[in-house]
Every structure is written in C-alpha cells, then in structure tokens.
C-alpha cells in the first residue's frame, strides 16, 4: 500500500483522484504498527500524507500525520535529520493555525537539524518560515535577517521556481521595512518587483499599506484603484486597505461603503475560526463607529477584533480582556486593539460620567500594557525591544493625558500615582528585559558549551563588523553583511534556547510606586519628567512623598532648550557664562514647587525623557545659583531600574585604570596628554600605551569592581553599532564596539569612570532615551557609570578625577564626590579659566542611590558621641586646669 502510494504521489501530473486514492493508502497502512525494517517507509509515508491532507485544506489531519512520523523517529530511536521535513512542515502548518508558541518549537528544531544533514534540505523555505513567524509577532527587525538569509540560500538555477522565491522573501523582507518605519527602502522594493509581473495586485496592496503606514493616503488609494479585479484571499486586504485610507482621510462615508463590501463577503465566505483580516476588518469598523462617536459600537467591534487577533481568547463581553498573554498573528495589532479600546473607553465616561467605563478602560490599558511587556519579553534582541518600546510610547502618552484629565475633573489626584507607573514602565524598557535575561543567564545552569558557543558567536559579529566599518570594497562588503546576518540568526537561535534554562524569565518584579519609595531611601528624592503631544509632566518623589505638575508644552521652548545645550559644548576660556531669561526661568519653573523640601535632601535622582536626555540639569539655574550648588545629581534611565544601595568602603587597590594615548595618537585619535595623570593614583592598576591594549581590558575588566577609562570614544547617532571605545591599537583591532561591549560579563563592576569624549552621547529613541556607550556598559552589568556628554577637556579631566578620588576617599558617595570636584573647580583660582559649565557639565553620573548601612550608621554614631565625649573632657581639663592655676 505504501509502495502504490508513493507512485501516485510521485505522478508528474496527478489528479485529485489520484491523490485522494494516495491518501486513502497511505491512511490504511499508516494504521498499522511497523516493524524496525519498515520504519523508515513509514516516516516517508507520514510526510507525504501530511503534505496531501494540507493540500486539500485538512490542515488537522496533516498536523497529526506529521507528529506520527516524529513520534515513530523517536519510539525507533531513528536519527532525527529524518524527520527535518516533518518539523518543517508542521511547524508552518502550525503557524497558519495561530499555534505560535507550537510552531517555533517545530521551525527550531528543523532550523537545527539542517545544519546537520548534507544535500538538498530546503534551506530557503525554513528560513522564510522563520521570518514570517517573528514578522507576525513583531520581532521586524529578526524577521528581515531570515527574509536575506532565505534569499541567500537560494540557488541560482532553479528556474521559476527560484525567481518566485526570491519576489516572495524580498516581499517579505519589505513588509517588515516598513514596519520598521523604513518606507523608502520598502517602496524602493515593492515598485522593483512591479517589473517582474509577478502577482502584481499583491505588490500593490503592499506598496498601498506602505503609503498608509507612513501617512500618505491619497497615494495609498490611487495605488490600490489600479486594481480592478483581485482573486479571492486579496479581496479583503483590498476592502480593508481602501476603508483604512478612507479614514485617514476622514471620508467616513467611503470607509463605511468599503467596511460593508468586507462584511458582506465575509458572511458568505466560510472562514476559519480565527482570521487575520476578519480581525484587521473589525478593528477598522472600531476606528471608523469611533470617528462617528458611536462609542458602544466601537467598543463591540474592538472585541471582535481582539477575539480574532488573540489565539484562545473567545469571550465577547466588552468589559472582559484577555488574562493570559499569547503570541498570536500581528501581536501589535492586537496591543493596537487594545489601546484603542482602552481609549474609547475613557471617551465614553467622559460623555456618559459612569464609572464603569473609567474602571473598563483602565483595566484594558492595563491588559494592553502587560501584554505588550510580555511581547518584548518574547524578543531576543535589544533592536527590536527598542522599536517595540518606541511603538507602544504613543499609547502610553494617550493613556497619562487621559487618566490625568480624569484625576482633575474627579478631583481624584491619587490617580497620577498611576501615571508615575505608566510613564516609567513605558522608559528603557529594552535595557531592563536585556540586562534582567543577562543578570539571569549568568545564574542560571546553561552549559558552560553554550556560553562559550555565545562568546565565539560575539567575537565573530564584533569582527565582522570591524571589517566591514573599514572596508571600501563593494563585494566585500556584501559578503561580510550575508555573514553578518547569519551570525545574528546563530546568536538569536542560541539566545531562544538559552530560555529554556530560565523558567522565571517572565516573572520580573512588577513596578509600583511604593517599592520605587523603599528604594530611595532617607534623604532622597527624585524628578521624572514625562513628554506628550501637550503635557510635560513632571513627577517629584520622595521616600514618604509623592507630587506631580502638568507644564503645557507650547510654553516650553524646545529651539531655546536645545540652543543652550549647544552653547555648552562649545565654550570659550575666560568667557562669561549667561544662561539667558529662558533657561533661568524654566529651572525655576521646573524646581519650584519643592525648592523648599530639596533642602532636606542630600541626592536627586533625575528620570529625563524624550527631548530632555542629553540635557544637563544639574546647570539649570535656580535663583542665581547652578543646581548643582544645592543638591548632588544623578541620573537614570527609568525610575523602575533604581535599587537602593547601602554606601560601600572605597578601596583605592581595586582600581583598574587605561590610557591609550598619552604618548601618540593613532587614525584620527588624537594624543590625550594628561590622560595617565587621570589614573596615576596610589593603589591602581594602571595600563598605559602599548599595555593598554583591548585585549588586556576584556582580559582584565571583569575582575575589578572600578574601572577608568581615559581614552577616545566615538558616538554614532545614525548607527548604534558603530559606536566605540578605543584602546590601544597593536596588531589586533582596537575597537570596543557598544555591541560587544554590551553583553561583556561586568556585573562584579560596580563603577566605571568613562573620560572620554561622547560615552554619554548617541541615538534618542524616545521611548529608550539615549543608545549610548554607558548604555552599553549598563547592559553589561555596571551600576555606577560617570560619563561625558560632549567633548571633554583634558586639564579639566584630570582636576576633576583627582578631586572625586579624593572624595571617595573620605567616604562620599559618587553623586557626592562628583558634586564636591565640580564645586572644587569653581571654588579654585587656579581653574578659573574653566568655570564655564561647558568645561565640566558633560561629566555625568549614571547610578543608584547610596544608602549609608545600619552598621555604619552606628558606627558613625558612636564616633561622634565619642568625639563629643572627647571635645567635653578636653573642656574639662582645660577648665580644671585653669581653676588649678587660679
């Protein structure tokens, strides 16, 4: 039976008699148990019944037929690479199932195998499998490295088939372009592929939804009516795209004419349970009663779509959201959903003043915000967490302005506690899933093998693109980006089988106000700032103390702000510093309701966001005097990533200090005389010149707990990855990329002194704030970073050095230490010349609050009670020895 089978499958033109006849064989004798001799027909006859059954739409009974072969693989204990094509097509089977989580199982395992079997083993359609799989769950950028490894893995005489490959995965690989807001190269592709006549419609519909993306509807609908006619499965992505551009234009009429044609074609077309564009049409039909103000209608149809867009979710009462987060088809979509019904929502209390809607739309935001912390979560690189974090921000600002309008007309203030959270989850939420899975990676029990397969993996990126930043090659640079690519697949792969080992991955600590109080510790504060579309809100935190203002943002002026901040980096010796009436106006602004209750404070903690990252606050001016002058500052990148830390002892022998070009510089690194004298202290290790090597750094690094670096750095805003530390440069490459830099092993470091030009200068990303150096290195595991804003000085480097180690020597806190070396330096006549804050304001520092210990306050109580004692017996015996005299 499973010989006759396999010629009917194997007919060059079969019929669908035939092969219902090969399905009806394959099924009789798949029901029998093999012996060992027979094993591997069935696993062949498994495949092929798999394969026919999802031809014909029996997509259950493929699934099965697929797993009974895997599961015969492993009850013979067969060789695994048998059963390559059966994970491979179960897996994308799965996918159009919306069985994610059971899909990726499947693509991995495939993924691993066929680096294992040698022949035809159909590299290019595992890897498009997986791109697809990371595009619908919104991991783009990963996506766009599968999408060029299927291209790559193409070979070149494969006829039609091999050109309708390649225009599916450069299709592909544009969607995921413009989902990455990268339109003109996604635009750039689809009108190439319009030459090839190839599915042309398809290319349209694409190139229209690009239009839309980037906010050009009326070139989105003259794309999409040079269609005239589409077959059935483009119908409703046709429909669905001219309602979304209707809208976008606010043609409520024309939406609604198109929203209806979908509607009708889906009540006579039998569709599966769950469907993609079934979703995508109720989502729209949400957008367009919204535009009409028919809220209640809005909110029926937002259920719809979720329940369309959620894999297991099926309840269609609108005050229910789902509990349990699941990767699904179009995962943004679904948070997109849910925002908006969250939205409409709080549209409606306003309108009808019932509280249910409040407590509806609050639930749902918070439905939405957990679920798309549970996407990121799912992510296996910071990039595409960053472009995650920039997506969800907008629904974050709608949220915080509504719930703020809310608090003041329900005169209800404690609802900005709520805001506060919010404003802080929405902050470097990359940087604190990466360096959470990097603090539990280095915990947890993966095989020392895998860690050092990461390591090799890091050490080849790193190299690659060293080679590529110097190359001029056109060829060669092709080649080292192919490579790239498929490096940056291996660590991704190796990264999802690292989670396995991590089965607490997804149990962070949830953030709240009160454990972000506990964490201040006594005399503390802290002032967050969060941006919107028409609110800087500004949060102000103590320990027992919780405040808020709303500053109207067209009363900030953003030219002003960021003309002072150039003005800064640009300063001249001697030259009389003026803030100008702008910037004193605003410090005051901006401090003034606690000015009073700062006084009682000895560290402020600022949070910056969006605009105000690169900004220095600890110049802003505030009666006369710079902040500074009346508080220590530091800084972080969110409020949820401070940890109260108890103030250690200072040991100046634990110091590892570089200086790579004291004596020469090296391809455009200038010499940086006066560097050494930066590290030349009592008790460092001190590498200098040809000893300060990269080499020697990665080497030495991880076993200190303080590190400076008086070195050159380099910011690159356009691209993240180019930025670097250098080092000296032998034979080897001198470069510290921010990637490699990142996922070094630092968490026993617990300080780094970074002088060097630009470490605290990089990509804004508004959700993330700066993509910086000292980003990297908190990646890595440092707590404790100062670094430099802008270009430094070198005589004003090592004053200020010398005067924070000597600080730290008496016992301050870093913020301390920091603060009493810049009051050191205007105090000093000596320095005069450098009293202007360009000269020493790009020195910031990056930390935790510093808690002085139990023990130690003890200890300091004893010591001043005995110093008393000691000052009244000297009293005493002065006293007694005068009265003796007398």
């Known amino acids: 039976m499973l010989k006759k089978a396999d010629s009917l499958y194997q007919l060059p033109s079969p019929t669908e008699e035939d092969d219902r006849l090969a399905i009806k064989l394959y099924s009789e004798a798949l029901a029998e148990t093999p012996n060992s001799e027979e094993v591997q027909l069935f696993l062949r006859g498994s495949e092929r019944l798999g394969v026919l059954l999802s031809v014909y739409g029996e997509n259950e009974a493929a699934a099965k037929s697929y797993r009974k072969g895997i599961q015969l ?116 592709i689809y009108e190439d592929l319009l030459t090839w006549e190839i599915n042309p419609n398809q290319v349209r519909i694409n190139l229209a939804n690009t239009h839309l993306e980037e906010g050009n509807p009326d070139q989105a609908l003259d ?76 909110l029926n149809s937002y259920q719809k779509a979720i329940i369309e867009l959620h894999p297991t979710f099926e309840n269609p009462d609108i005050f229910q959201n789902p509990e349990k987060s699941s990767l699904g088809m179009s995962s943004i979509t679904l948070f997109e959903v849910l925002a908006s019904k969250a939205e409409v929502a709080w549209m409606l209390y306003e309108k009808e003043e019932d509280s249910k809607w409040f407590r509806l739309g609050l639930s749902t935001y918070l439905s939405a915000f957990d679920f798309a912390n549970y996407i990121s979560f799912n992510f296996d690189n910071d990039e595409a967490r960053i472009f995650l974090g920039d997506q969800v921000l907008k629904a974050y600002q709608n949220a915080i302005e509504k719930i703020y309008n809310i608090a003041l007309e329900r005169d209800e203030l404690d609802l900005m506690e709520q805001a506060f959270v919010w ?277 030495e690094a991880p076993n200190y707990p303080y590190i400076h670096l008086a070195t050159h750095a380099k910011a690159e805003p356009g691209d993240i990855n180019s930025s670097f530390i250098a080092f000296y440069p032998g034979l080897e490459e001198f470069r510290l990329f921010s990637q490699e830099l990142s996922y070094q092993a630092l968490d026993s470091v617990e300080f780094v002194f970074l002088s060097a030009c630009e470490t605290g200068a990089g990509q804004l990303s508004d959700s993330e704030g700066l993509i910086s150096l000292a980003r990297s290195f908190a990646l890595a595991g440092a707590d404790h970073l100062i670094t430099s804003l802008w270009l430094t000085e070198n005589q004003v480097a090592v004053y200020l050095s010398d005067a924070f180690y000597k600080h730290l020597q008496k016992g301050e806190s870093y913020a301390s230490a920091l603060r009493l070396a810049k009051l050191d330096l205007l105090s000093d006549p000596k320095m005069s010349q450098f009293s202007h804050p360009g000269y020493w304001a790009n020195y910031v520092l990056i930390g935790q609050p510093e808690v002085v210990s ?14 008393v004692l000691f000052i009244l017996a000297g009293i005493v015996w002065i006293i007694y020895r005068s009265n003796k005299k007398e």
Do not use: C
């Open 73 to 188: 693989a492993k009850a013979f204990k067969l060789p695994d690479t048998l059963i390559y094509s059966s994970h491979l097509f179960l897996g994308e089977l799965l996918f159009s199932l919306s069985k994610l989580d059971s899909s990726i199982y499947h693509l991995k395992e495939a993924e691993s195998l066929q680096k294992l079997i040698q022949g035809k083993t159909q590299p290019e359609r595992l890897f498009n499998a997986l791109g697809v799989y990371f595009f619908e769950t919104g991991n783009y950028s990963q996506s766009i490295s599968y999408f060029s490894r299927a291209e790559s893995a193409l070979p070149s005489s494969l006829g039609d088939y091999g050109r309708y490959a390649r225009y599916s995965f450069l299709s592909n690989k544009a969607s995921a372009l413009y989902n990455l807001e990268k339109y003109d190269s996604a635009k750039k």
């Open 223 to 298: 794309v999409l009516n040079q269609i005239s006619e589409t077959s059935e499965p483009l119908k409703f992505s046709h429909w669905n795209l001219l309602a979304k551009g209707y809208l976008l234009k606010k043609d409520l009429e024309a939406a609604e004419l198109a929203l209806d044609r979908t509607r009708d074609s889906l009540m006579i077309k039998l569709m599966r349970k769950k469907d993609l564009q079934r979703g995508i049409y109720y989502n729209l039909r949400g957008q367009l009663h919204e535009q009409k103000k028919e809220y209640q209608k809005a």
């Open 423 to 699: 404003a802080e989850q929405s902050k470097a939420g990359a940087l604190r899933q990466s360096a959470y899975f990097e603090r539990l990676k280095r915990r947890s029990g993966i095989p020392l093998a895998k860690l050092q397969e990461e390591e090799n993996l890091q050490f080849l990126l790193s190299k690659n693109y060293q080679r590529q930043y110097l190359s001029n090659d056109p060829e060669e640079l092709k080649k080292l980006q192919e490579e790239f690519i498929k490096l940056q697949v291996d660590l991704s792969r190796l990264r999802e089988e690292f989670k396995s080992f991590l089965p607490d991955f997804e149990n962070a600590d949830v953030f709240s106000l009160a454990r972000y109080q506990d964490q201040l510790g006594r005399r503390k504060a802290s002032l967050s700032l969060f941006q919107t579309s028409s609110k800087l809100f500004v949060f102000w935190v103590e320990p027992d103390f919780f405040d808020f203002k709303a500053l109207d943002i067209k009363e900030i002026n953003f030219r002003e702000l960021e003309n002072w901040r150039k003005a800064l980096q640009t300063p001249n010796l001697g030259r009389k510093y003026d803030a100008g009436s702008f910037i004193s106006q605003f410090g005051k602004t901006l401090f003034d309701p606690w000015l009073l209750r700062m006084k009682s404070r000895n560290q402020l903690i600022v949070v910056p966001h969006a605009q105000f990252n690169p900004i220095p606050f600890e110049v802003l001016p505030i009666d006369r005097e710079y902040l500074i002058e009346r508080i220590a500052v530091l800084y972080q990148f969110s409020a949820a990533l401070v940890k109260s830390e108890p103030k250690k002892e200072w040991f100046s022998n634990a110091v590892l200090g570089f200086s790579p070009f004291e004596q020469k510089g090296f391809q455009g690194l200038s010499r940086l005389p006066g560097s050494k004298e930066e590290i030349s202290r009592k008790g460092f290790t001190v590498f200098t010149d040809e000893s300060a090597d990269l080499e020697t750094f990665l080497k």
């Open 854 to 867: 139990f023990e130690r306050k003890v200890k300091e109580v004893i010591g001043r009670i005995a110093l």
